[in-house]
């Protein structure tokens, strides 16, 4: 099942499958890798400085397309670096 959520940005496939492999025992199983990227785009474009990974908000999902098996951790922090990247460079 693919997650339901709407994904303002997506992290780009190339990107996706060099995420690591891990079953998170808890911690960010079965939850979408494109959720946590945008949470983390978001904070990025915002510049902000204390950064939160809500894995309780990441859709649900057990499809490839959205990160099955990876880590959403760095799907956050791929999100965040490309978050700023865009803030500077609009601005």
């Known amino acids: ?28 199983r079965h939850k979408c890798c494109q959720c946590a990227y945008n949470q983390g785009y978001e904070q990025g474009a915002q510049l902000r400085e204390n950064i939160s990974l809500n894995i309780n908000a990441l859709g649900d999902t057990q499809a490839g397309g959205d990160g099955r098996h990876k880590s959403v951790h760095q799907a956050f922090a791929l999100g965040y670096i490309d978050g700023i990247n865009h803030f500077i460079d609009n601005n």
């Open 1 to 28: 099942m693919p997650c339901n959520a709407v994904h303002a940005q997506r992290l780009d496939e190339d990107k996706l499958t060099t995420l690591k492999e891990h079953q998170m025992n808890g911690h960010g």
